[in-house]
């Protein structure tokens, strides 16, 4: 035990963080925030809901939400589809990246409400452990992650960028708009940058992207 002398009192270390913790919440007027769990995901009395239908891989869901929710928060509290990470809830890791009506969307910064009727693919739609997507499968050959936070986002991310590369759609790399996109690395790279992977596995990750699109890395 870590005893701090203050000049007066001896205070122990833990006792001073709690009262600093302590004081920190009160100032910030947030005494009454609790934590949303799982057994939190049916909306409080009094605040605003609508039914939301969409299939998510495959299977029609229809819910209740408060017109709050994220999509992200749909598909983790409430259908409990947790292979969707929330990295930041702020649209800067890509880490809850989803496949929307055959686009790739950051999960966290939409809400559930403005998807009625939508088609939603989620890491838990794209293969199984048995039959795993071509993508999945690259990654696992080519140590594709380390801790694996972020990579259902990266490889929801990957299948559509293959999807926007064969689509003809242009990127910040592509030099020629009216021309089709290259599958190069530039472009694979440029593509892949909303999606963050703070174990720095990027190089295996573009070997494994590579190999599916059909070109080295
Ligand atoms: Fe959505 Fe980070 S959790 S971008
Ligand atoms: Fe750990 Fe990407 S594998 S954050």
């Known amino acids: 035990m870590v005893e701090l002398n203050t000049g007066c009192l001896p205070i122990r270390r833990r006792e001073l963080l709690l009262a600093s913790a302590s004081s920190a919440v009160i100032a910030s007027g947030a005494v009454e925030a609790a934590p949303a769990g799982p057994s939190s995901a049916a909306p409080a ?3 605003p809901t ?22 992200l928060d749909t598909l983790r509290e409430h259908l409990h589809l947790t292979g969707t990470k929330k990295g930041c809830d702020h649209g800067q890791c890509g880490a809850c990246t989803v496949i929307v009506d055959g686009r790739r969307i950051n999960s966290c910064l939409t809400l559930a409400v403005m998807h009625p009727g ?45 999807d926007e590369i064969r689509a003809g759609v242009p990127s910040h790399a592509t030099a020629d708009l009216v021309a089709q996109p290259l599958l190069s690395a530039p472009e694979l790279r440029e593509r892949m ?21 059909g070109r080295p890395a």
């Not at 039914?51 to 939400?65: A, F, P, W």
């Not at 992977?197 to 573009?206: D, M």
Request: glycine residues 10%; contains cysteine.
């Open 45 to 47: 009395a009094g605040v």
């Open 50 to 71: 609508a039914q939301v239908s969409m299939v998510v891989n495959g299977e029609s869901h229809t819910l209740t939400l408060d017109t709050r929710t994220t999509l």
């Open 118 to 162: 939508a088609k939603v693919t989620t890491i838990e739609g794209l293969g199984t452990p048995e039959h795993l997507h071509p993508l999945q499968a690259a990654f696992v050959k080519h140590d594709g992650y380390q801790c694996g936070y972020c990579t259902p986002g990266q490889i929801c991310s990957a299948v559509s960028v293959l």
């Open 193 to 213: 940058s909303g999606n963050i992977c703070r174990c720095g596995a990027y190089s295996n990750i573009a070997e494994a992207i590579s190999e599916v699109a």
